[in-house]
C-alpha cells in the first residue's frame, strides 16, 4: 500500500484529525494533499481523490469548478479577438453606463484585452486551485459559488467609487483580474483564519502557514502591480475588498 506522505512538503508526519472526519492532514505544513509514496494502479499514481498522470500533472475530480470559468474566459477571447463576433466596447465594464446596460456586470470579467491579459488571468485561477487545494477545500462547486458573489460585490464597489468618489462616468475596464483579486483575499484570510463554512455550505478551508506566507508575497506584488500604467488600480482594489467582506459572512 505504500507511505503515507505530503504531496507538498515531503512529510511523512500525518494524523487522522478527528474533528475534520479522520481526514488525513500534514502536521509539518498542514496540507491535506496526503497520498502514498509509491502507490501505483495501471500505471498511473493514485493519492486520495487525485488522479497523477505520468507527465506529473496531477488532475482531480474537483477540477471542473476551475475549468468552467476559463472555458468560458476562452470563448470570449475567440468570439472577440480571433472571430470577431462581438465588439469589446459592448462588454466593458463602463461605469457612466453600467445601470443603463447592467449586462455588463457579468460581461466585462470573462473577456481580455489580448492574449496575454487571457493568460495572466488563467494562471490566476490556477493558482487559486492549488491554494484551495493545499487549504483543504471539501465542496466541489465552492469556486463557482465565490466568483457568483464576486461578481456583483466587484463591481457595485468600484461602480461607487468611480461615480460618487472619483466623479468619473468614464471610466473602464475588462478582465477577470478583479475576481482573481477577490479570491486572492478570501485565500489570503482562510490561510490566516480557516474558514469551516461560508454562508452554511461546508468548505473546511484551515490555516496554514506556509500558504500563508505565499500569499502574503503575492498580494503585495499584485497590488504593486496594479500601480502599471494601463492597470485598473481600483478593479483590483475592489474585488480585494470584495473578497475580504465575503470571508467575513
Known amino acids: 500500500m ?20 479522520g481526514r488525513l492532514v500534514c502536521i509539518k505544513c ?24 505520468s507527465s506529473g500533472i496531477t488532475v482531480s475530480r474537483d477540477d471542473w469548478q476551475y475549468l468552467i470559468p476559463f472555458l468560458i474566459c476562452l470563448l470570449g477571447f475567440i468570439a472577440t479577438d480571433i472571430l470577431g463576433l462581438l465588439d469589446k466596447s459592448n462588454i466593458v465594464y463602463w461605469s457612466g453606463g453600467l445601470l443603463a446596460q447592467p449586462h455588463r456586470i457579468l460581461t466585462a470579467h470573462f473577456f481580455h484585452g489580448d492574449f496575454g491579459h487571457l493568460l495572466f488571468n488563467t494562471g490566476g485561477i490556477i493558482i487559486a486551485r492549488n491554494f484551495f487545494r493545499t487549504l483543504g477545500l471539501s465542496n466541489r462547486s465552492f469556486f463557482l459559488l465565490l466568483i457568483a458573489f464576486l461578481i456583483p460585490l466587484q463591481v457595485s464597489i468600484n461602480w461607487f467609487y468611480d461615480i460618487f468618489v472619483a466623479r468619473n462616468p468614464m471610466s473602464l475596464a475588462l478582465g477577470f483580474s478583479g475576481i482573481i483579486y477577490g479570491i486572492d483575499a478570501f485565500i489570503l484570510l482562510a490561510s490566516i483564519y480557516g474558514k ?10 484551515s490555516r496554514n502557514y506556509q500558504c500563508r506566507q505565499t500569499m502574503t508575497i503575492l498580494t503585495v506584488m499584485g497590488v504593486l502591480y496594479s500601480f502599471t500604467p494601463g492597470i485598473s488600480l481600483m478593479g483590483h482594489l475592489s474585488g480585494f475588498a470584495a473578497g475580504a467582506f465575503l470571508f467575513l459572512l
Open 30 to 53: 498542514g496540507s491535506f494533499t496526503i497520498g502514498f509514496k509509491q502507490q501505483r494502479s495501471g500505471g498511473k499514481k493514485v493519492s486520495q481523490g487525485y488522479r497523477s498522470l
Open 2 to 21: 505504500g507511505i503515507h506522505q505530503c504531496k507538498d512538503c515531503g512529510s511523512r508526519d500525518i494524523r487522522n484529525d478527528r474533528s475534520l472526519g
Open 196 to 205: 469551516q463554512t461560508f454562508l452554511g455550505v461546508q468548505i473546511g478551508l
